[in-house]
């Protein structure tokens, strides 16, 4: 049994995912959601350990605080603060996240960027932006601006970011989502970790925009067609090669992205995000490469009958 964990968690889209894999490779595994409150959580993993489930995902709002009940954490989820992937090894439970290689892996394949030496330009300060900028950081970004509606919640989180790069650089090696060590030459110096924030205005986004090669929404605006992002984006100042990524994934086109594309930019849909998280926990659940085309098409088919308002974002 593989399992996810949150409140609420009805609407995950892991279980269809998962459970389309499991099929398709004849692997003898089922993903089932559990809804666990703040006040359960404790015992939820000491459920975990006596039903001897073979790994979970976590999910809002659990990411962070089941870090203290784990028996080991790797490096990665430890500088991004989070674990969204658990997996059970003869009763020892290991922490995991996917969420930034998620990211990573859909850039690199749908946009065909690398993210060592790049400048990357992040719009928002939640969950999805810790694993944007804690993972481009790892892979040898060359700087990280960060811009949020409210300024303290990026401080923070910039702050929380070069702590932990601080405490970990200076002991072991980051493991990637799929368990590959990672050198972390690359962000040992934190005095060479370029990370700010900027204000949330137009006027200010202007001079990082026009550097930047990755533009990266972790926001909810867009979120079931709500919000407008693309007016708040100087467009005249952006690069003709940067690239677009919007972590909202309902819909899979959002306005931001379809703008994006309409002027010639290469975009990368949140959903693939989602896929590759998925992916990563997959790897580590079972060892094996899951089939990225049977996670489009079931989630796809998914959210095309569910019709988009129906779909909240789950923080998976
Ligand atoms: P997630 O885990 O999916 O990243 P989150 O932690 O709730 O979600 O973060 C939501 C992000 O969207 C935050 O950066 C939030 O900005 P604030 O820190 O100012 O709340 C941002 N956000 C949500 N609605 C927004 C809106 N209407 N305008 C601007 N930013 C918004």
Not at 198 to 215: G, H, L, R, T, Y
Not at 292 to 300: D, G, H
Request: charge should be neutral; hydrophobic fraction near 40%.
């Amino acid at each position: 049994v593989i399992g996810i964990i949150g409140d609420p968690v009805e609407h995950s889209l892991s279980p269809i995912m998962h459970n389309a894999l499991f099929s398709r490779l004849n692997l003898d595994f089922i993903y089932v959601a559990f809804h666990v409150t703040p006040d359960k959580l404790e015992k939820a993993v000491e459920g975990v350990r006596a039903l001897n489930i073979a790994g979970i995902n976590v999910t809002i709002p659990h990411k962070t605080e089941i870090i203290p009940h784990l028996d080991e954490v790797s490096a990665e989820a430890q500088i991004i603060g989070a674990v969204n992937t658990v997996v059970n090894r003869s009763g020892r439970l290991i922490g995991f996240n996917t969420d930034g290689y998620g990211f990573e892996k859909a850039v690199s394949t749908y946009g065909g960027l690398s993210l060592k030496g790049k400048k990357i330009f992040l719009i928002g300060a939640g969950g999805a932006a810790r694993a944007v900028a804690g993972r481009s950081l790892l892979s040898g970004a060359n700087s990280v601006i960060i811009t949020n509606r409210t300024w303290e919640k990026a401080e923070a989180l910039v702050e929380d970011l070069k702590e932990s790069f601080r405490k970990i650089s200076s002991t072991s090696n980051a493991k990637d989502a799929a368990g590959e060590p990672r050198d972390l030459k690359c962000v040992s110096g934190i005095k060479d970790l370029n990370l700010k924030v900027i204000p949330w205005q137009k006027e200010s986004w202007k001079q990082s925009i026009a550097a930047a090669d990755v533009i990266v929404n972790t926001t909810s605006i867009g979120m079931n067609g709500k919000g407008n992002l693309a007016s708040l984006i100087p467009w005249e100042s952006v690069k003709d090669d940067a690239v677009f990524f919007d972590a909202v994934y309902a819909p899979v086109q959002t306005d931001f992205l379809i703008e994006a594309g309409r002027r010639g930019y290469k975009t990368v849909y949140g959903i693939y995000m989602l896929i590759y998280q998925g992916a990563g926990a997959f790897k580590i659940w079972t060892g094996r490469q899951p089939d990225i085309k049977v996670m489009k098409q079931v989630l796809e088919s998914y959210l095309a009958g569910k019709g988009d308002s129906d779909v909240k974002r789950t923080g998976e």
